[in-house]
């Protein structure tokens, strides 16, 4: 059984979430509805407030004005019930390179709070799904990037949450590794656990998400399926199109262990 949540739909709901940091409104007035087994995309430039919206959803950062719900629960007051109806995934590395993925899993299972009894079958089941076991007594250093964000994402995922956000899910994988990561994402989607996540890669987007919703200067300038939005563009207009009309701008593009943690330091400095 996963955690427990409140029969609702939908399982995200913004109301007029705002969040000020100074004189600047980094999100204006936010107003977003994700259905339960969604996956739905949050596009944007740098600095359309995409990283502080997931921040104040899961969170890590109240609102200035306004609120959302999650799985029925409410951000602010019931910030401890949030908590355990999400998973999230940052772009930094979050696996520690000196474990194993299985003493990865063991101690997100112990944060978690995941029970005793449950935990072995638990990891064996999320290390199966990310199609890991072989690597599962391996130290997480010597892990592709590939290998170390299925892990991340079975960490993320090993609770079982009603929510699991997603902050540039493939940055920094070859072609092969973001396709087996795709996969995994759409079987969890059959799972119905709704996924939340950000990416510059037009094609994920394309690829993976029923709907898209394009911040620009803190409010969404744009929202719908992805062929949808390509339509409103032009009979031939690509997702990058669409992104560059609604987002002011062109689209930002993203091993071993080196290689994915300066991909990710990188991509975490430009926001």
């Avoid at 007035?29 to 259905?35: M, Y």
């Avoid at 944060?111 to 997480?140: G, H």
């Avoid at 592709?144 to 699991?164: F, K, N, T, Y």
């Avoid at 590794?177 to 969890?188: K, N, T, Y």
Wanted: aromatic share 4%; hydrophobic share 45%.
């Amino acid at each position: 059984m996963g955690v427990q949540q409140r029969d609702i739909a939908p399982v995200v709901r913004t109301v007029g979430l705002t969040r000020k940091f100074d004189d600047t409104v980094a999100v204006d007035n936010l107003n977003l509805t994700i259905a339960t087994g969604a996956i739905f995309g949050l596009l944007g430039p740098n600095g359309a407030g995409k990283t502080t919206t997931i921040k104040m959803l899961t969170t890590l950062l109240p609102p200035t004005a306004g609120t959302a719900l999650i799985a029925g629960y409410d951000i602010v007051k019931d910030a401890a019930q949030v908590r355990r109806q999400i998973g999230y995934v940052p772009q930094l590395l979050s696996a520690d390179a000196a474990l194993t993925g299985r003493e990865n899993l063991l101690l997100s299972a112990k944060l978690y709070r995941i029970p005793r009894k449950d935990r072995t079958k638990r990891i064996a089941d999320a290390l199966r799904f990310m199609d890991l076991q072989e690597a599962a007594d391996t130290l997480v250093r010597r892990y592709s990037g590939g290998m170390m964000r299925r892990l991340e994402i079975a960490q993320g995922m090993l609770h079982r949450p009603a929510v699991l956000f997603l902050d540039e899910p493939t940055i920094g994988l070859d072609p092969i590794a973001r396709h087996i990561v795709w996969d995994r994402l759409r079987e969890m989607q059959g799972a119905a656990i709704t996924i939340l996540l950000t990416t510059h890669d037009m094609e994920e987007a394309d690829a993976l998400c029923g709907t898209l919703a394009i911040m620009h200067r803190g409010v969404i300038a744009a929202q719908g399926a992805p062929a949808q939005l390509k339509a409103g563009i032009g009979p031939s207009a690509t997702l990058d199109d669409v992104f560059a009309h609604y987002g002011g701008g062109s689209v930002d593009a993203g091993g071993n262990y080196r290689d994915i943690r300066n991909a990710r330091s990188t991509a975490e400095r430009l926001g």
